[in-house]
């Protein structure tokens, strides 16, 4: 297990760095120079020599590329460019809301659809899997924003059981977590449906299984065949989904960061690309596939770690 | 054949079993009656599709939800009807009473969860310690011929060959000690050395446990080998049962004759042909009106096509379903 941790988490360094090196690419590709994109039509060739020797794009481009792995190692992801603060120190004031917030987003998912899945895969065909096939269906359809301007109607101007925007009092636990609860449904939400249906489909295929037979004809209590007999290897396909899902569940959020007038990387990242604010841009795509990187790096371990197979096989 | 009902472990009588499908009532199992007397060993046997593995399932309730029992069935284990249990007296059996070994040993055990825990799972009604069940695992593995079993309690099936994991199966389906043993196909998905290993471990084991057992193939060899009695089945229908000695020898059933003429094992001359039983099985949906083999039988006459057999003694170990053997 010591040995696949090592070479999981090599794989997910050179997945960083390969990104890395799309993400300048990227730049420049993007048409134009970039120097007059950023300082627009009005710039001089002065302003904008000025600009390309402040940003390093003058020099050769693998040049550029050491610089900028060495900057990151280092932690440094250059300076904003209006109010000159590092962007490493504005990305670590947002970070944590946003990871906060995929993961009760992700809490949600978990907590509701996969007791869904189960409960429907046990009791398949019945009124109440048809329920629930219908109300999952209804999670994945229906947009993020929508359910977030519903629930702060309902939860937060009519039921006034939750607040309606803000992240909560810095350093009152209680209280940020209170202004989560609603923000990480509208994210989640869609995931509760996703989960419940694969879940259930994962669950259905290894009930047919014949170990789930030879479970059963063995005696053993349908609690414990069907959550842990069962659920163990059910789960495995739901673990990759949701490493990967991690992604599409940041994207996400940045509805949600609008909506409910929340601070997040997400809405920084879409504030900078309205500016033409580079370094910021590049920070927060970097910090997102590095969180992608993690999430997947995670879901691989939280595999290895339920199949012995997975363990021995890289 | 045995008249005292007492030493019978198992006893189905008129076991009628069908499915509801989209294209129709399958009728898989028809009016089935056999025995399992105590410490015997019963082998069927018959075409893939007869109602072997219905039957089995039967047995031990595991059924499709599908499946509908007819109402004047009954499967009798020491008395108690299988089919009339509930789901707590369905569990007290099962595993403890009676237990099962699987065709495919690849497919049969849990590929996340340890053999010593999935072995230990099965003592859960014991009043044991862990490390007792645990104990209990690694000398049951040991008694199958798993090398250093201690050390292997902690291994997953993946780690072991085909071979190994049917002997895991062996070992789980002993563990309670039962009254009876289902082995259904054991050997079919393992090759030919290790059928005959698996073979003389579980006739080793049957001998030293005391169980009576339920045996099923296709391969009449290891039947004649293995059992005492035999019951020959045909398209959810019993077509034949003895004493496995009489009935290899004075085989009634055109069926039962035809199989025995396939077994590749039994051939004297050579021929580039393989024998085969002409036709295929019928369709269960829609049955023919006369004796169910009718429509592939060399020996058909007039009341074949007529009105489906009865059971016929052809002597008192020893029966047919055949106009030929009421007639005789």
């Known amino acids: 297990m010591l040995l696949y941790t090592v070479k999981r988490l090599g794989l997910a360094i050179l997945i960083v760095c390969l990104a890395m090196l799309m993400l300048l690419s990227a730049i420049h590709m993007v048409p134009g120079d970039p120097a007059g994109i950023a300082l627009g039509p009005r710039a001089t060739p002065e302003m904008r020599e000025e600009f390309r020797a402040l940003m390093g794009l003058d020099r050769p481009f693998f040049v550029q590329y050491f610089k900028f792995l060495a900057n990151v190692m280092a932690g440094d992801l250059g300076v904003d460019v209006w109010s000159k603060r590092p962007v490493s120190t504005m990305i670590g004031e947002q970070l944590p809301h946003t990871i906060a917030l995929a993961l009760v987003g992700l809490g949600w998912a978990i907590l509701l659809g996969i007791p869904m899945g189960c409960f429907s895969a046990v009791h398949r065909n019945s009124p109440l899997d048809k329920l629930t096939a219908i109300l999952s269906v209804g999670c994945i359809a229906i947009p993020s924003f929508i359910v977030s301007l519903y629930a702060l109607l309902l939860f937060a101007v009519e039921l006034r059981w939750f607040p309606a925007i803000g992240a909560g009092e810095a350093g009152d636990l209680e209280d940020q977590f209170v202004h989560l609860v609603l923000p990480g449904l509208a994210v989640g939400l869609g995931w509760v449906g996703y989960l419940a249906r694969f879940v259930r489909t994962s669950m259905l295929e290894v009930m047919g299984e014949n170990h789930i037979r030879m479970a059963r004809a063995y005696g053993l209590p349908t609690r414990r065949i069907t959550y842990i007999y069962a659920l163990k290897l059910a789960i495995l396909p739901t673990v990759a989904l949701l490493g990967v899902g991690v992604g599409s569940l940041i994207s996400g959020a940045v509805f949600a960061e609008i909506i409910f007038a929340r601070p997040g990387v997400g809405k920084m990242v879409v504030d900078a690309v309205n500016t033409r604010n580079y370094p910021i841009v590049m920070g927060g795509v970097l910090v997102t596939t590095m969180l992608f990187a993690l999430s997947t790096l995670i879901s691989d371990l939280v595999a290895a770690w339920l199949d012995p197979r997975i363990r021995q096989s890289l | 054949m045995n008249a005292n009902g007492g030493d019978r472990v198992l006893e189905v009588r008129d076991l009628s079993v069908s499915f509801r499908t989209g294209r129709g009532v399958v009728r898989a199992l028809r009016h089935v009656d056999m025995a399992v007397p105590r410490n015997k060993i019963v082998g069927i046997v018959g075409e893939s599709g007869c109602g072997k593995s219905t039957l089995i399932n039967s047995v031990l309730r595991l059924l499709a939800a599908n499946a509908v029992v007819g109402d004047s069935s009954t499967v009798l284990f020491r008395g108690d009807d299988v089919l009339r249990m509930n789901d707590r007296q369905l569990r007290a059996m099962r595993g403890q009473k009676i237990s099962m070994v699987f065709q495919d040993p690849m497919t049969a055990l849990n590929p ?79 090759d030919v050395t290790l059928e005959a290993q698996i073979i003389h471990l579980m006739k080793d084991l049957r001998a030293r446990f005391e169980c009576s057992m339920l045996f099923v193939s296709h391969n009449l060899g290891l039947i004649a080998e293995l059992c005492d009695e035999v019951v020959v089945m045909y398209a959810g229908e019993v077509v034949e049962q003895g004493e496995v000695h009489d009935l290899f020898h004075r085989a009634k059933h055109p069926y039962t004759q035809m199989l025995l003429e396939c077994d590749p094992a039994r051939i004297e001359k050579a021929s580039r042909a393989l024998p085969t039983i002409q036709g295929s099985v019928p369709d269960l949906i829609d049955l023919p009106r006369g004796c169910i083999f009718g429509p592939r039988c060399p020996k058909r006459y007039e009341p074949c096509d007529a009105s489906p057999p009865g059971t016929y003694g052809v002597n008192a170990i020893h029966s047919a379903r055949c106009f030929q053997v009421r007639d005789a």
Not at chain 2, 121 to 139: N, P, S, V
């Open chain 2, 112 to 190: 996340v969860i340890s053999i010593g825990t999935q072995m230990a799972d099965i003592l859960y009604r014991l009043d044991m310690t862990a490390a007792g069940k645990r104990e209990r695992a690694a000398d049951m593995l040991a008694q199958v011929g798993i090398p250093d079993p201690m050390r292997r309690l902690d291994d997953y099936p993946h780690q072991f060959s085909g071979g190994m994991r049917q002997r895991i199966c062996i070992a789980m389906a002993l563990m309670m000690n039962p009254a009876l043993l289902i082995a259904d196909e054991p050997t079919t998905a393992l």
